[in-house]
């Protein structure tokens, strides 16, 4: 019998795999959590590898293989892989019984057209993308969504980026408040984390001090997550990313055309009553604006704006936290709604 409090943890090395375990080394209802690596480097213990870990209990270490895993009493999984990787477990995982969160992109589209087409690599199998549900609690953990986060299987957890943006748009877009046919802009910035643990060139200290740069532009594989769940098509958004030189954290200044003048009153009225009793989004009053230093190490994301005099021209500025709300924090919180646990439970 599969235990869903039972807990492998696939991947930890990158920089959301370690934080996803310490969320999980601390939640209540995460029965000592194993985490399966490719390459455990001899060791057994997750605090051979890093020692901040040292005195925090068992954090045991295997050798990663699906047996491995399915031989134990797990009922959950967390997949902190590669995409390519995640397209090849997360089935052998799902059909062994257990249930799954994912944090990469393998599984954020149902079409695998999408996904070859953005990721570059072979899909996962069809039934598995039509089964996955898409891992934001504050769209989708309502009863009234066809299958909303409690009854899932299969977590995609949204992207970093993504996450910020939906978040920033989709109570404008549900209610028709922005201007048909006129450009949306989306313009984040992003610590360095975010660009995963890989050695690379242009990630070193010496590359990204005192410096700031833009990337993949037009380009960005969170492009289809955004248009999919705000609605916007791709000929509305530009969407462009940055590399900031920090850590951590995401800011999204994102700029909208309302389809009539409105005032700022009643803009914020519209996030409060569309996020009302979703406590992880915290929406600041008219004309505050939030900052990064307040949602770093956190699973909250701050919505701020600033509505021009026209009652026209509207810009909102999200931030979050993009190891925390953009990854592991949201992975343990999509897990909590799934397990009928209160969402934020080891989050705050």
Not at 203 to 211: A, G, K, T
Request: charged share 20%; proline share 5%; with cysteine.
């Amino acid at each position: 019998m599969r235990d869903p409090s039972q807990i492998a943890v696939l991947g930890v090395t990158g920089y959301s795999g370690l934080e996803l375990a310490e969320l999980l080394l601390r939640h209540p209802s995460a029965k000592s959590p194993v985490f399966y690596l490719r390459d455990t480097q001899g060791a057994k213990c997750l605090s051979e590898l890093f020692p901040r870990f040292r005195a925090w209990g068992q954090a045991p270490i295997r050798p990663l293989s699906v047996e491995a895993i399915t031989s134990t009493a797990a009922g959950s999984a967390f997949l902190a892989t590669p995409h390519e990787v995640s397209a090849t477990l997360a089935p052998a995982l799902l059909e062994a019984g257990l249930r799954v969160v994912d944090l990469s992109g393998a599984f954020r589209s149902p079409s695998a057209e999408t996904f070859t087409s953005w990721y570059k690599l072979p899909a996962p199998p069809q039934n598995w993308l039509d089964q996955a549900v898409y891992g934001l609690p504050e769209l989708y953990s309502s009863s009234l969504v066809d299958t909303p986060l409690r009854d899932a299987r299969l977590v995609a957890n949204p992207g970093c980026y993504a996450t910020s943006v939906i978040l920033a748009l989709r109570p404008l877009s549900q209610a028709g408040w922005i201007a048909s046919g006129s450009s949306v802009v989306a313009d984040c910035k992003s610590g360095a984390s975010g660009a995963g643990k890989e050695l690379r060139k242009d990630l070193h200290f010496v590359e990204l001090d005192e410096n700031f740069r833009a990337y993949n532009l037009y380009s960005h594989r969170h492009t289809p997550e955004i248009l999919e769940h705000t609605g916007l098509t791709e000929d509305h958004l530009t969407f462009s990313t940055h590399l900031l030189p920090i850590a951590r954290g995401i800011l999204s200044t994102v700029y909208v055309t309302l389809s009539e003048n409105r005032r700022a009153e009643e803009v914020e009225s519209l996030f409060r009553k569309f996020y009302a009793g979703r406590s992880m989004v915290r929406i600041c009053v008219s004309g505050a604006l939030p900052e990064l230093q307040h949602v770093t190490r956190t699973n909250f994301c701050d919505l701020g704006f600033v509505l021009d005099n026209s009652g026209r021209r509207l810009i909102i500025v999200s931030c979050l936290d993009n190891l925390g709300k953009g990854a592991a924090g949201q992975a343990v919180q999509n897990w909590n709604l799934m397990l009928g646990i209160e969402e934020r439970t080891a989050l705050q």
